[in-house]
């Protein structure tokens, strides 16, 4: 059975600062990865989505990476600021009971500090 | 907007009513998804609608009742709700099942 991790999960750092946020699965055989953001009461917003043929994938200061052999991937988020404090959700497609789904992980709590 | 709208932003019922969840999407995609989340727990998967077909029922309690009349509108009919119902409903959409989902800004819902 699928199982999606993220560590930690909460965070806080100061405006500017470099941060890496992890989320680990339980099974490699995955189709893709997603990572959204969800501001608080709010919707998820895709921030990246990495097939599980590619390593990496950027948009603007976020970096994803993706290790399928070890069950990880990383969003790195360059050059902090306010504005990114949120919850940041990754999520694996894979399957599960037979059929392909996205599982979840908790997410990490963000708050970048002025 | 992300091209996914739900309506209403905000719902409190009783857990005699019977009330509708709205979805709707302008994205042309075929697959839509209904999701729950409640605090300190991941999103959890509810039903899957393929080109306006139910392809997944991920052993939802009867009184949530899901309806697609077509690929861009998803419904979810509430009634007799239990006040451990209270949770965000997600609604997303995708091009294909496991191509990138696009989520709604969601549903509060609180059942008194």
């Known amino acids: 059975k699928q199982e999606v991790t993220q560590i930690p999960a909460a965070l806080s750092v100061p405006e500017g600062e470099n941060l890496v946020l992890n989320c680990s699965f339980t099974?490699?055989?995955?189709?893709?990865l997603q990572w959204f953001r969800q501001d608080p009461g709010k919707g998820l917003t895709s921030l990246l989505l990495?097939?599980?043929?590619?390593r990496e994938q950027t948009s603007g200061r976020l970096n994803a990476s993706l290790d399928k052999s070890s069950g990880r991937s990383t969003l790195y988020i360059a050059a902090s600021q306010p504005g990114d404090s949120a919850t940041y959700l990754c999520?694996?497609?894979?399957?599960?009971?037979?059929?392909?789904?996205?599982?979840f992980g908790t997410g990490t709590r963000l708050k970048v500090l002025a | 907007e992300t091209g996914v709208t739900q309506t209403p932003r905000h719902l409190v019922m009783g857990m005699t009513n019977k009330k509708s969840l709205k979805c709707e999407q302008h994205?042309?995609?075929?697959?839509m998804y209904w999701y729950k989340q409640s605090a300190k727990k991941p999103l959890e998967l509810m039903f899957v609608?393929?080109?306006?077909?139910?392809?997944e029922n991920n052993s939802v309690p009867s009184r949530f009742s899901p309806e697609c009349p077509n690929s861009s509108h998803l419904f979810l009919h509430l009634h007799t709700l239990q006040p451990e119902d209270s949770a965000l409903y997600l609604c997303?959409?995708?091009?294909?099942?496991?191509?990138?989902?696009?989520f709604g800004s969601g549903t509060r819902l609180t059942v008194v």
């Open positions: 997303a959409s995708s091009q294909g099942v496991g191509a990138g989902y696009t």
């Open positions: 099974d490699s055989a995955i189709y893709n």
């Open positions: 990495i097939q599980s043929s590619q």
């Open positions: 999520a694996v497609f894979s399957t599960t009971s037979g059929t392909y789904k996205y599982i």
């Open positions: 994205l042309g995609h075929n697959a």
């Open positions: 609608y393929n080109f306006k077909e139910q392809t």
